[in-house]
């Protein structure tokens, strides 16, 4: 923890500001792109684009944490996130509200690169799985607080209040990188010459083995945060319940966040890494059972449970299998990998709904998928991996 302590405010702090923004925000998106006239694949598709700009900054992201470091880039990422999110809050129509989403993601990818930079070169490997499930718990912590925030803010104003307190929060994320003292994050050491894709030949194996796998889990964790507004749309939930319901679900995402990396650092990335994909994606296929507001509590509270265990495994992966000569242009493709899935799970579910005429069989498809990508996983994840030099 003493390795830790110093990193509380300059990096757990804003980390936990960015996930409020980001997750006050997925609930009530699909309920703003109705009111402007979309239906529900098109709402679905507007939440998906978060992702997408996530995605499509990835690979550049690696590039700009080259050059300006990581605070730098974080301080970026966080006005980025700012401006999308204004967009939103001024803008009345789809095309303003899909370019305010997709600008936040591309502040979020930046934000979120540079940072797992910081802890794959500065973290020591014997306390790394503890470290990023508690920047994983700053995650689950915005999960919690953002919605709940966000169901307060909708009952006292309105639904477009929650964009100004996004755009507040991001605000405060950056002001908060710059007012924190210079050498607290230090800049990775410049990387060997070859560039971001000879990297990733050099380290094809395990970008397609654990990388892949872990792109599924990214997948059915972003149709769960995509799915359950949308599937609460479905059965008639209000969006101030549905905030509040998501809400009270992130506890149990929260409260098991520093259990994953105990987990991790004694018996191994394993157990983090399968359990929680196969359970996502069984109760991905059970989300037809959810049919009021009772159903849909029990069943997002579960999705909690189940991914709570898994709290800051794709981080530990990556931390774990990047090279010491060239983690940034490592990271950069395996995020790109991982956020592949993420990218494509909201325009894939909402094909799949308006092929199959049911969101229930869409999420089921979803459920198959992470099944099968657990038992990817079980194959390749070694029960310990060994740091790697």
């Known amino acids: 923890m003493s390795l830790i302590r ?24 699909p309920a703003s792109a109705l009111q402007l006239g979309a239906d529900i694949p098109t ?3 507007i939440a998906g684009l978060l992702m997408v700009g996530v995605l499509i900054a990835d690979l550049p992201a690696g590039r700009l944490v080259d050059r300006i470091g990581e605070r730098r880039s974080m301080i970026a990422g ?9 967009l939103v809050a001024i803008g009345h129509s789809l095309l303003l509200m899909a370019l305010g989403v997709f ?13 797992h930079a910081f802890f794959a070169e500065h973290i020591p490997v014997e306390f790394r799985a503890r470290s990023l499930s508690l920047l994983g718990g700053t995650f689950r912590g915005g999960a ?3 919605p709940i925030i966000g169901s307060l803010f909708i009952a006292q104003w309105s639904v477009a209040s929650v964009y100004w307190l ?6 405060i994320a950056a002001a908060t990188l710059l007012a924190s003292p210079r050498d607290v994050i230090k800049p990775t050491p410049a990387s060997q010459p070859g560039g971001i894709w000879a990297v990733a030949k050099r380290e094809a194996k395990p970008l397609l083995t654990l990388g892949v796998g872990a792109a599924v889990l990214g997948a059915i964790r972003t149709t769960r945060q995509v799915g359950l507004p949308l599937w609460a749309l479905v059965i008639g939930l209000s969006p101030e319940d549905t905030s509040l319901f998501i809400g009270i679900a992130g506890i149990l995402d929260f409260a098991l966040f520093y259990t994953s990396g105990q987990i991790m650092d004694r018996w191994g990335r394993f157990w983090a890494a399968v359990p929680p994909t196969i359970g996502l994606g069984v109760l991905h296929i059970f989300v037809f059972a959810a049919h009021d507001g009772t159903g849909f509590l029990l069943l997002a509270g579960a999705m909690a449970l189940a991914n709570g265990f898994g709290s800051g495994i794709i ?41 199959t005429g049911a969101l229930s069989v869409a999420m089921a498809s979803f459920g198959v998928l992470g099944i099968a990508g657990g038992l990817l996983m079980w194959r390749y994840i070694p029960r310990f991996i060994p740091k790697r030099n």
Do not use: H, K, Q
Not at 79 to 86: C, E, P
Not at 103 to 115: M, P
Not at 166 to 171: D, F, L, M, Q, R
Not at 319 to 325: E, F, K, Q, R, V
């Open 6 to 29: 110093p990193l509380l405010v300059p990096v757990f702090l804003p980390s936990l500001l960015m996930s409020i923004a980001e997750y006050s925000l997925l609930p009530i998106i």
């Open 43 to 45: 709402a679905g598709l």
């Open 78 to 86: 966080s006005a980025l996130g700012t401006f999308g999110v204004a």
């Open 103 to 115: 600008s936040l993601g591309v502040g979020i990818a930046i934000f979120a690169l540079a940072r």
């Open 144 to 146: 919690f607080v953002g």
């Open 166 to 171: 996004a755009g507040i929060t991001c605000v």
């Open 315 to 355: 981080l530990t992966m990556g931390a774990d299998l990047a090279p010491s000569d060239a983690r940034n242009e490592f990271l950069a493709s395996y995020r790109l990998i991982t956020d592949i899935g993420v990218a494509a799970a909201p325009p894939l579910l909402s094909a799949l709904t308006v092929w």
